[in-house]
């Protein structure tokens, strides 16, 4: 099955030991150079039009730089992002200064004005603490929608994760060469799975390697639809952005959008 082609931007790590990680937001974009954000940001909308109507008003869950965000403006909506990290926060503002960006936890966050769509890519849902604090944000999702808005948002099932697998791309920068590892552990019960991060660093004069492991939650498709059932009306994709297919009931990732009630 696939596995999150990203290095997390919603955890806070202690990386003082590490000169190469001592701001992992000077390295995000880099890290997430494969990703297709215009795709991503294409195929939700396209759902949110299938699902919520004419309404623009979005926000974007740990947003990270907010490429998600760019896109959204750029395809008319008013958008917005929250994230838990400040310098992430900063360069967002820097790629969209039309957008507002506020210092919140996912797991339990507000807003001003209910919103047509709230959006959370990269399987990044993951990064709540824990199934209460994955409640806790699916209620705070709740809350702040509009009657019919839309929660647009990527998950993989702990019970399809293979630990064997990972996704690796290489990139360049001011004379340094990067290889970015990732892949999915789950031990095979409970509520932690985990993201394992590699990092190779070489230049002329040394090669750095940084390896880290990033606590997540783990929960089935079935556990999590009895979590959304309260407050949705769920609809499960496949996990392709360029098509809108229904999911098969065995892949592993999916693509959930929920309708609030």
């Known amino acids: 099955m696939r596995h999150p082609k990203r290095f ?13 990680y001592t701001d992992l937001s000077g390295y995000y974009d880099l890290m997430c150079a494969d990703i297709n954000y215009q795709s991503q940001s294409h195929g939700i909308r396209r759902l949110h039009q299938i699902f919520g109507g004419d309404g623009k008003t979005h926000l974007d869950l740990a947003c990270g730089t907010g490429p998600h965000v760019r896109h959204f403006i750029d395809l008319g909506y008013q958008s917005m992002g929250l994230d838990i990290n400040q310098p992430m926060l900063n360069r967002a503002s820097i790629r969209c200064p039309e957008a507002q960006f506020s210092l919140q936890n996912m797991s339990e966050f507000s807003v001003a004005e209910p919103l047509d769509l709230i959006t959370c890519f990269l399987y990044s849902i993951h990064y709540n603490d824990g199934l209460e604090k994955l409640k806790a944000c699916i209620a705070s999702v709740h809350a702040a929608l509009k009657t019919d808005g839309i929660f647009c948002f990527n ?51 040394a090669t750095q390697i940084w390896n880290d492991e990033h606590p997540m939650v783990a929960f089935s498709f079935s556990e999590l639809l009895e ?27 999916a693509i959930f959008t929920c309708v609030k009630i």
């Open 8 to 20: 997390g931007s919603y955890y806070q790590a202690n990386m003082s030991a590490n000169a190469l």
């Open 155 to 205: 998950v993989v099932d702990k019970n399809k994760i293979n630990n064997d697998l990972f996704v690796q791309h290489n990139a360049q920068q001011d004379g340094d060469s990067f290889t970015f590892r990732s892949g999915w552990n789950y031990g095979g019960e409970g509520d932690k799975q985990s993201l394992k991060l590699s990092i190779e660093k070489t230049n002329a004069a």
């Open 227 to 253: 979590t959304l059932k309260p407050y949705f009306d769920v609809h499960v994709f496949e996990h392709d952005y360029e098509k809108i297919i229904p999911w098969d009931q065995t892949s592993g990732n």
